[in-house]
């Protein structure tokens, strides 16, 4: 066990959590989040995020979980991993990062180092140095303190691009010594590191790798869409371009969750307080969020269709609820959102998702176990393809229910 480098990693959601658990195996970490319920519920090793059961969240080394803001005290390594979402009109909320920055600059002490992870647009780590580190602190970033930033690529739902397999960047301006300190200790988190000097290098990688895939995705969308207006077969049309070495096998989508219809803001926000608009990225947006409207489209047409001919409200089935397979989290689920939107028009609309977390199938009165009913349903609807959904498309298939498939997920 290293006794010198005391990691304090603040914010444990779906990114922090694990960094935490690689930490604890070599440092006595801490574990800091605000949250008292989140606290709670990993002292009774529960993961309400569904990524790690029971077994994998006991304590090492003495390590700790706590909301209390003490705890801050004991630390000389803090590592921030808090939420960078948008407002409503889309422009970035760094309220998080601000109040964390705070929060450390209160504690910090000589020779300590700091590195945030959250996704933020290119600039933002200078801007907090300057802003709250430095003037809470009353210490100089670069003299007294170093600053590093380290972006995050975890990918819940995904158990073969964990933390410890993946490659990580990680920009440490600092002097050999600190590169030297934060190295090992970063070494003990991912398979290999990927370093440059440069912050505003890092930052901008990592919004850039969501958004090419924002954008990738929002190209089979669109073609999607065309494919539909002129009932060409899709599926047919990619089983022929993807033939070529070089085509690229995207799959159409309801892009959601907290960093792809996210990031490409953080970035048009910067280039246009430098008086640049990036075009291609807001068109990519503007595609993506136009799949729920061509969804529930799809789902009404049928509903009228079914009325018209058997003379029925008809029971409707929408499997699949967050943002996507096999994750807990519903931020910015597209699918949730058409769902709800559905209910307030239709009356037989029902949801099922047994993979979402417990407080949103209660709050959306989302079904988990529909065993008992599934016969009884007129219309089936598949948006979202967690694994344990596909035999439920199997055994729909098999009774000869009507089923919509609007996003191709089964073919
Ligand atoms: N979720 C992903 O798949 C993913 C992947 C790569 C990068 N990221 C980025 O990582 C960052 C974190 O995302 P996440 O999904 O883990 O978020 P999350 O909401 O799951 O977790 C963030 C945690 O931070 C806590 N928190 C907020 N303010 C705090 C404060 N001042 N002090 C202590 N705790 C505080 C919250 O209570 C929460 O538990 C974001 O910038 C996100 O864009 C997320």
Request: hydrophobic share 35%; with cysteine.
């Given at each position: 066990?290293?006794?010198?480098?005391?990691?304090c990693?603040?914010?444990?959601?779906?990114?922090?959590?694990?960094l935490?658990?690689?930490?604890?195996?070599?440092?006595?970490?801490?574990?800091?989040?605000?949250?008292?319920?989140?606290?709670?519920?990993?002292?009774?090793?529960?993961?309400?995020?569904?990524?790690?059961?029971?077994?994998?969240?006991?304590?090492?080394?003495?390590?700790?979980?706590?909301?209390?803001?003490?705890?801050?005290?004991?630390?000389?390594?803090?590592i921030?991993?808090?939420?960078?979402?948008?407002t409503?009109?889309?422009k970035?909320?760094?309220?998080?990062?601000k109040?964390?920055s705070?929060?450390?600059a209160?504690?910090?002490?000589?020779?300590?180092?700091?590195?945030?992870?959250?996704?933020?647009?290119?600039?933002?780590?200078?801007f907090?140095?300057?802003?709250?580190?430095?003037?809470?602190?009353?210490?100089i970033?670069?003299?007294?303190?170093?600053?590093?930033?380290?972006?995050?690529?975890?990918?819940?739902?995904?158990?073969?691009?964990?933390?410890?397999?993946?490659k990580?960047?990680?920009?440490?301006?600092?002097?050999?010594?600190?590169?030297?300190?934060?190295?090992?200790?970063?070494?003990?988190v991912?398979?290999?590191?990927?370093?440059?000097?440069?912050?505003?290098?890092?930052?901008?990688?990592?919004?850039?790798?969501?958004?090419?895939?924002?954008?990738?995705?929002?190209?089979?969308?669109?073609?999607?869409?065309?494919?539909?207006?002129?009932?060409?077969?899709?599926?047919?049309?990619?089983?022929?371009?993807?033939?070529?070495?070089?085509?690229?096998?995207?799959k159409?989508?309801?892009?959601?969750?907290?960093?792809?219809?996210?990031?490409?803001?953080?970035l048009?926000?910067?280039?246009?307080?430098?008086?640049?608009?990036?075009?291609?990225?807001?068109?990519?947006?503007?595609?993506?969020?136009?799949?729920?409207?061509?969804?529930?489209?799809?789902?009404?047409?049928k509903?009228?269709?079914?009325?018209?001919?058997?003379?029925?409200?008809?029971?409707?089935?929408?499997?699949?609820?967050?943002?996507?397979?096999?994750?807990?989290?519903?931020?910015?689920?597209?699918?949730l959102?058409?769902?709800v939107n559905?209910?307030?028009?239709?009356?037989?609309?029902?949801?099922?998702?047994?993979?979402?977390?417990?407080?949103?199938?209660?709050?959306?009165?989302?079904?988990?176990?529909?065993?008992?009913?599934?016969?009884?349903?007129?219309?089936?609807?598949?948006?979202?393809?967690?694994?344990?959904?596909k035999?439920?498309y199997?055994?729909?298939?098999?009774?000869?229910?009507?089923?919509?498939?609007?996003?191709?997920?089964?073919?």
């Amino acid at each position: 066990m290293n006794n010198k480098i005391k990691p304090c990693v603040i914010g444990l959601g779906y990114v922090g959590l694990p960094l935490f658990l690689r930490l604890q195996t070599k440092y006595f970490s801490i574990g800091f989040d605000n949250d008292k319920s989140r606290i709670k519920n990993l002292l009774k090793k529960i993961d309400t995020n569904k990524e790690f059961k029971k077994q994998n969240l006991f304590l090492k080394n003495r390590s700790i979980f706590s909301s209390n803001k003490s705890v801050l005290k004991k630390s000389n390594f803090f590592i921030v991993t808090v939420p960078t979402p948008v407002t409503k009109n889309n422009k970035p909320d760094i309220s998080f990062l601000k109040n964390a920055s705070i929060l450390i600059a209160k504690n910090l002490k000589k020779g300590d180092i700091i590195i945030f992870e959250s996704t933020v647009y290119p600039s933002t780590t200078n801007f907090l140095i300057k802003h709250y580190l430095n003037k809470f602190s009353n210490l100089i970033e670069g003299v007294h303190y170093f600053v590093g930033y380290s972006p995050e690529r975890v990918n819940p739902g995904d158990g073969k691009h964990t933390i410890s397999k993946i490659k990580k960047i990680l920009a440490i301006p600092g002097n050999s010594q600190i590169k030297k300190k934060v190295k090992s200790v970063y070494k003990h988190v991912s398979k290999k590191l990927i370093l440059t000097n440069s912050i505003e290098s890092a930052e901008t990688a990592k919004v850039i790798e969501n958004i090419q895939r924002d954008l990738n995705i929002a190209f089979i969308n669109e073609i999607l869409l065309f494919t539909d207006k002129m009932k060409y077969n899709f599926n047919e049309i990619l089983r022929l371009a993807s033939s070529k070495w070089n085509f690229l096998n995207f799959k159409p989508g309801l892009v959601g969750g907290h960093c792809l219809p996210v990031d490409p803001h953080y970035l048009n926000y910067i280039a246009r307080l430098n008086k640049m608009k990036l075009r291609t990225l807001i068109a990519g947006r503007d595609v993506n969020n136009s799949m729920q409207k061509f969804v529930s489209r799809k789902i009404e047409e049928k509903i009228i269709l079914i009325r018209k001919e058997k003379k029925i409200e008809p029971k409707v089935l929408i499997c699949g609820l967050t943002y996507k397979k096999n994750v807990s989290d519903v931020r910015n689920s597209l699918s949730l959102k058409i769902f709800v939107n559905l209910r307030k028009k239709y009356k037989n609309i029902f949801g099922y998702d047994n993979v979402c977390e417990d407080k949103i199938s209660s709050k959306f009165k989302i079904q988990r176990n529909i065993e008992m009913i599934k016969d009884s349903f007129d219309l089936v609807v598949f948006l979202v393809d967690h694994k344990k959904n596909k035999s439920l498309y199997d055994y729909f298939k098999r009774q000869k229910k009507i089923i919509i498939d609007p996003l191709k997920l089964y073919k």
